[in-house]
Structure formats: structure tokens, C-alpha cells
């Protein structure tokens, strides 16, 4: 049987091209993995949707079996995971993060 | 008894048997936090360098290291920080 909270983030990594599941809120952070995540993705000036996995039991689970990932916070773009907080901070460095980016059509504002 | 970073190390020793690998528990940087416990043994950062990641993505390299340790994400390891390279990627090529 599908876990009923794997519908919900299917839809929400399909209606929002990128999605951050975190612990706190962008603005609030509530763990520094979490944060660091969110500020890299301010630095790269992408918008994007944080879900707060601290508000819902189920969603803190759901997500890790939907991904078959054990930590938060996790990345998607338009659909795909991306990785966790050490992943996107390699692929900041490395600039494939922002090229991902680009080539998901996915407009930044700042090219760092 | 072994300490959860001995349990790590000869975790992914056996499971990448010609890897280098490194574990540092950080629990004590974490004391106090959500997901911290009042014995640590929480928070680890962890470097494996083994040809077996070679043409493996990000991603695939991560989730083996994960399978390696899922009995310690079940008994109240909290965070892992990853550092999976090849022996090319970390310069020792």
C-alpha cells in the first residue's frame, strides 16, 4: 500500500519547479543543515518552496521513504532529487548546481 | 562495547573493503540541538575514498554509504555528512 503522504509531495515537487524539505521555515531555520541549504539558495537567487517537515510527523517520515534518504533537508528540482545539504553545497562550489539550474530553464537572479 | 564511530568505520571498511575511511564524531558540536541526545554519539562526518564510487552519481554514492548504515539511522544516528571520492577525485589518483 502507498503511503497517502507520498501524493502530496508528488504534487508539490510537480506544481513548484523547486522545493527545499527542511527542517524550520526559509526564514526560521531550525537546524544548520537546513539552514545552509537555504542560504545557498538565496545566494543563487532561485525562488523556491521550503516545506516544513517539523510541522507533520507524517511528512518528516513520509519524505525519507519517498526519497530513500534518511536525513533532511532534501532538494528537489522540477520533480528530481537532488541530494541533501552536503551534495548541494558541493555542487554550489563545483557550479553545477547553477547549471542544473539553467538547463532545468529555472530563472536565478544572481549568478554567483 | 564499540562506540557508534568504531561501528561506522567497520561498517564501511567491510562493505568498501580497499577504501580509506575516515569518521569524526561532531555530536559535541550539536549538544543541545534538536536531534542531539544527552549520550551523543549523533552527529558524524564521514569521508570514504574508494574506487567503487567511480561512475557513481552524487546521489548513488550516497545512498550505498546510507544502506551500509541503516542499522545506525535505526538506533539514533541523526546526521551524516558525506565525503564519498574516488581515489582520482581526491588526488590521490
Redesign the interface.
Same mark, same amino acid.
Given at each position: 500500500m502507498t503511503n497517502p503522504v507520498f501524493e502530496r509531495i508528488e504534487n508539490e515537487i510537480k506544481e513548484n519547479p523547486v522545493v527545499l524539505y527542511m527542517?524550520g521555515t526559509p526564514v526560521f531555520p531550525?537546524?544548520?543543515?537546513s539552514a545552509r541549504v537555504v542560504q545557498i539558495l538565496s545566494h543563487v537567487g532561485v525562488p523556491f518552496k521550503g516545506v516544513n517537515v517539523l510541522e507533520d510527523m507524517e511528512l518528516r517520515e513520509g519524505i525519507k521513504q519517498f526519497t530513500?534518504?534518511?536525513?533532511i533537508p532534501q532538494l528537489y528540482v522540477k520533480g528530481e532529487?537532488? @541530494? @541533501?545539504?552536503?551534495?548541494v553545497m558541493?555542487?554550489y562550489q563545483s557550479g553545477e548546481l547553477q547549471a542544473l539550474l539553467k538547463e532545468k530553464g529555472i530563472p536565478t537572479s544572481a549568478e554567483a | 562495547m564499540q562506540t557508534r564511530a568504531e561501528r561506522i568505520r567497520d561498517a564501511l571498511q567491510a562493505a568498501f573493503p580497499s577504501a580509506e575511511v575516515r569518521v569524526q564524531d561532531d555530536s559535541h558540536r550539536h549538544a543541545g540541538h534538536a536531534g542531539a541526545r544527552p549520550e551523543g554519539e549523533t552527529h558524524y562526518t564521514v569521508e570514504v575514498v574508494s574506487p567503487a564510487f567511480a561512475g557513481m552519481s552524487r546521489v548513488a554514492r550516497s545512498r550505498a554509504a546510507h544502506a551500509v548504515l541503516a542499522p545506525e539511522f535505526g538506533s539514533g544516528l541523526h546526521a551524516l555528512s558525506l565525503r564519498l571520492l574516488t581515489p582520482e577525485e581526491a588526488g590521490r589518483g
Open positions: 527542517k531550525q537546524c544548520g543543515f530513500n534518504w534518511p536525513t532529487f537532488v @541530494g @541533501g545539504c552536503d551534495i558541493e555542487m | -
